[in-house]
Every structure is written in structure tokens, then in C-alpha cells.
């Protein structure tokens, strides 16, 4: 599910993000590749995705998370590059890598991704997302301007 949250590190902005790990679940991000509790999340090639800004192409996969299919992007020319932008609490919950990131995710707290997997500041980066700081569940995209075709289109 996608859900709107106050950022943790400044709880007057709100995010969007897609939720991939529920308290208790072991979350990983290997090789440009997500892991739920060790099950490796399918995700197939769907064509590409023209990005304006950059005047370019990225690799464009289905995703299947659960019952939920949804687009991810993935740039596979640009490599990877995992470290902490905080020190955030928990973060002794994640090990950071070469090859990715692992993290167990805390009781009374989620993990949140974008679905832009490489140009995507998400608790990767930033860490937990806290059950308090849930403002609720997104039920469709209403504006997507780098994506037109997807205004109001349910999500």
C-alpha cells in the first residue's frame, strides 16, 4: 500500500511512499532487488520509462508486493550507492553494504520505498517510519505531472 506519513526527520512535511516492511519483517535492498523476510519480491520487465528531466530512459519492472502490482523504475546505469543521510534511531537495525542494505524492521515502526528505486530519498536513507506518524493510506494519484498519464488513474 502506498500511505502518507510526517517525514521523521521534519514532521511538518508529509511523504508518500510505498509501505515494504511491517514491524517485525527483515527488509533488503540487494543488487537493486527487495527482499521480505528472505522471499525475493517478483518484479518483471515492463518497458521503459522516458524521464524529462534527465532526457532519458530507465528500465520500467512491474513489481508484485503481496496481492499489489505496481511500476517501479530502476536506472541500471547508475550504481549503487547505500549509505545513511541521519543517524536515526534504530539505525543499529540496518547494516549497510556494497551490495545494498538489510534492515530488521522495529516494532511500531515501517519501512517505506518509492517506487523510483535509484532517485528515491526513503527509509533507506532517513530510516523508520513511525506508527504515530501516519497520517493514512493514499487511495489514488490525483497529479503526476512527470507522468500525465496517470492523473487520476486509482491506484
Same mark, same amino acid.
Given at each position: 500500500?502506498?500511505?502518507?506519513?510526517?517525514?521523521?526527520?521534519?514532521?511538518?512535511?508529509?511523504?508518500?511512499?510505498?509501505?515494504?516492511?511491517?514491524?517485525?519483517?527483515?527488509?533488503? !535492498?540487494?543488487?537493486?532487488?527487495?527482499?521480505?523476510?528472505?522471499?525475493?519480491?517478483?518484479?518483471?520487465?515492463?518497458?521503459? !520509462?522516458?524521464? @524529462?528531466?534527465?532526457?532519458?530512459?530507465?528500465? #520500467? %519492472?512491474?513489481?508484485?508486493?503481496?496481492?499489489? =502490482?505496481?511500476?517501479?523504475?530502476?536506472d541500471e =546505469?547508475?550504481?549503487?550507492?547505500?549509505?545513511?543521510?541521519?543517524?536515526?534511531?534504530?539505525l543499529g537495525?540496518?547494516? %549497510? +553494504?556494497?551490495?545494498?542494505?538489510?534492515?530488521?524492521?522495529?516494532?511500531? #515502526?515501517?519501512?517505506?520505498?518509492?517506487?523510483?528505486?535509484?532517485?528515491?530519498?526513503? +527509509?533507506? %536513507? &532517513?530510516?523508520?517510519? @513511525?506508527? =504515530?506518524?501516519?497520517?493514512?493510506?493514499?487511495?489514488?494519484? &490525483?497529479?503526476?505531472? +512527470?507522468?500525465? =498519464?496517470?492523473?487520476?488513474?486509482?491506484?
Open positions: 500500500d502506498v500511505f502518507v506519513f510526517r517525514y521523521p526527520v521534519d514532521p511538518d512535511v508529509d511523504y508518500i511512499k510505498r509501505v515494504v516492511g511491517l514491524p517485525g519483517d527483515e527488509i533488503a !535492498y540487494l543488487d537493486k532487488k527487495l527482499y521480505v523476510n528472505g522471499q525475493l519480491v517478483p518484479h518483471t520487465r515492463d518497458g521503459d !520509462y522516458f524521464e @524529462p528531466d534527465r532526457v532519458s530512459y530507465i528500465a #520500467q %519492472y512491474k513489481e508484485k508486493l503481496g496481492e499489489v =502490482s505496481h511500476n517501479i523504475l530502476l =546505469s547508475r550504481p549503487q550507492e547505500y549509505r545513511p543521510q541521519y543517524q536515526f534511531p534504530n537495525n540496518c547494516q %549497510y +553494504s556494497r551490495d545494498g542494505v538489510r534492515c530488521k524492521v522495529p516494532e511500531g #515502526q515501517y519501512f517505506a520505498m518509492g517506487d523510483n528505486r535509484d532517485n528515491s530519498a526513503d +527509509s533507506r %536513507y &532517513w530510516g523508520f517510519v @513511525p506508527e =504515530s506518524n501516519i497520517v493514512g493510506k493514499a487511495f489514488f494519484i &490525483w497529479m503526476n505531472f +512527470s507522468d500525465l =498519464s496517470r492523473i487520476g488513474r486509482f491506484n
